[in-house]
């Protein structure tokens, strides 16, 4: 369960990426900055299979869960963003060990100078090492993927089915765990997954892209993205219908949340949660390639960690204070403070 959108705003100038990571309760996720490097080594081990290794690979910012070696989304030195969605089709008839979505996230983004370079990256991959492999810490899940994939200049939606892929072009796009593309721009030899893959039923995935949409089509800055990410069902505040919320809380929560600007002649600014719930979190501004300061690095699976310790006062607290959250979000965001100030601020809220 995931939610991912981008849209460039003005075309070489100016563009925006954003993505929920929605996974099991539990399952902490941290974000690290990956600086580039020349390799030595023949080959790669990603979470289940090893592959072939690259000269150098670039810079990556990057949110994952703490287990398995791809990410669920991120950033590069070039500006390339890459987000994935599960895609449940209906039949699984992938090998038991391939790449998952994640790795193909991640390996995107170390290999690709441009949106198109990834894209055609992530499609190689693919058809030399198809998916698959468990994608959750706990429970048996099993699944295809589809990527949002855009940079400064353009933007693309991939979505495969085992060594299968189509992908199309657009200026601004949503995607959720659910097969959209009718008309596709290019496709390995099947032009509908839609129509063949499909489940027999309307998902919460087909009500997540729609809930995203409208305010999509209007993106114009962070601080709308940020409250993109923040939706939730309007139907029931006391969150219900969990799984048709952006935002999401349950069995399956959003781990993780990220907002990338992209702007002419600027490093990537970063605004990150690195904790679940995004209705009850900060998101922290960061600039590509800057050191992530404590606490965020602490130890990634102890139960003092930044994401234990946010999600446990969270489940904890029973006044939570969400004007004084939305006060601290917008200062952070019209006065520009770095990491370290935002971090100070956040404490008014997080003790």
């Not at 990956?34 to 592959?51: A, D, R």
Request: aromatic share 10%; glycine share 6%.
């Amino acid at each position: 369960m995931c939610d991912t959108f981008g849209k460039v705003i003005k075309r070489g100038h100016f563009s925006i990426f954003g993505k929920n990571s929605d996974r099991e309760n539990d399952e902490a996720q941290i974000v690290q900055y990956i600086p580039s490097k020349i390799n030595s080594e023949k080959y790669l081990k990603t979470t289940y299979i090893k592959i072939k290794q690259v000269e150098k690979t670039a810079s990556i910012f990057i949110s994952k869960p703490t287990w398995m070696w791809g990410a669920e989304m991120g950033v590069n030195e070039f500006g390339v963003c890459i987000g994935n969605e599960a895609l449940y089709a209906n039949k699984y008839d992938n090998p038991e060990k391939g790449l998952i979505g994640m790795d193909l996230v991640r390996l995107g983004l170390e290999r690709g100078k441009t949106a198109k370079e990834s894209l055609d990256i992530i499609i190689d991959l693919l058809e030399k090492y198809g998916q698959g492999g468990c994608c959750s810490l706990k429970n048996k899940d099993l699944y295809d993927n589809s990527f949002l994939i855009m940079d400064l200049n353009d933007c693309y939606i991939l979505e495969t089915k085992n060594k299968h892929w189509l992908y199309k072009k657009v200026n601004w796009g949503a995607i959720s765990n659910t097969f959209s593309i009718t008309k596709p721009d290019k496709f390995s030899d099947i032009s509908n997954f839609k129509n063949i893959f499909s489940l027999n039923r309307k998902t919460s995935g087909d009500y997540r892209v729609n809930l995203m949409k409208k305010p999509v089509k209007k993106l114009k800055n962070v601080s709308q993205a940020i409250n993109i990410l923040k939706l939730h069902n309007k139907k029931d505040k006391n969150f219900s219908e969990k799984k048709k919320s952006i935002c999401m809380h349950g069995e399956y929560s959003t781990a993780g949340s990220m907002v990338v600007k992209l702007k002419k002649d600027h490093k990537p600014k970063i605004y990150f949660t690195a904790t679940s719930f995004p209705c009850k979190s900060i998101y922290l501004p960061y600039n590509f390639g800057d050191s992530i300061v404590k606490p965020i690095n602490k130890a990634e699976e102890n139960n003092d960690s930044f994401w234990q310790s946010h999600k446990k006062f969270v489940e904890n607290s029973k006044n939570f204070d969400e004007n004084k959250l939305n006060q601290v979000q917008n200062e952070i965001l019209l006065k520009d403070l770095s990491l370290k100030e935002s971090l100070k601020l956040r404490k008014q809220i997080f003790k």
